[in-house]
């Protein structure tokens, strides 16, 4: 495969550590095991949301697309999902954000980490996710067997 396509996912990872790490500072939110489930869970979203949008336009560019083309028709594809589930998610997680009772602490520092997180992790990625996929991408053309090799795949899918 390619090696541009997960060093472009890891370095959006950042992002959403940055927005757990911010939302349980604002809230006074120990770093505690909680605080580390949560950075598990947004490691594993925003990784997906990068995923979403850098293999569309990988496959664009390899049907012929430029990498400019490809990259921004990939946004514009995947921008409703990623934005959907995004908000499904950071709504859904919520009530653990304004939990309180018996162990409301727990939920708080869960639900707090998480949705401060995938907001960090959307909202940036959404703009930054094409920025790195671009850069890397130049820096990591791949070999020419690899494109024609992925071109005969799309071909053969195709005809499928």
Do not use: C
């Not at 990591?140 to 071109?151: C, L, N, P, V």
């Amino acid at each position: 495969e390619s090696t541009s396509i997960p060093f472009s996912v890891m370095l959006v990872v950042p992002l959403g550590i940055l927005g757990t790490l911010l939302a349980a500072t604002m809230r006074g939110l120990p770093n505690d095991v909680y605080f580390k489930v949560g950075l598990i869970a947004i490691i594993g979203l925003s990784a997906k949301n990068a995923i979403l949008i850098i293999e569309f336009a990988k496959d664009l560019q390899a049907q012929g697309k430029s990498l400019y083309e490809a990259t921004l028709e990939a946004v514009h594809l995947r921008f409703r999902p990623i934005i959907m589930t995004s908000l499904a998610f950071i709504l859904g997680v919520l009530p653990l954000v304004l939990a309180n009772g018996a162990g409301s602490a727990s939920q708080r520092a869960i639900g707090t980490g998480v949705m401060g997180g995938m907001i960090a992790a959307t909202v940036l990625a959404v703009f930054l996710v094409p920025v790195f996929f671009v850069v890397v991408r130049k820096i990591f053309k791949g070999s020419e067997r690899q494109r024609k090799m992925y071109a005969h795949e799309l071909e053969q899918n195709d005809a499928n």
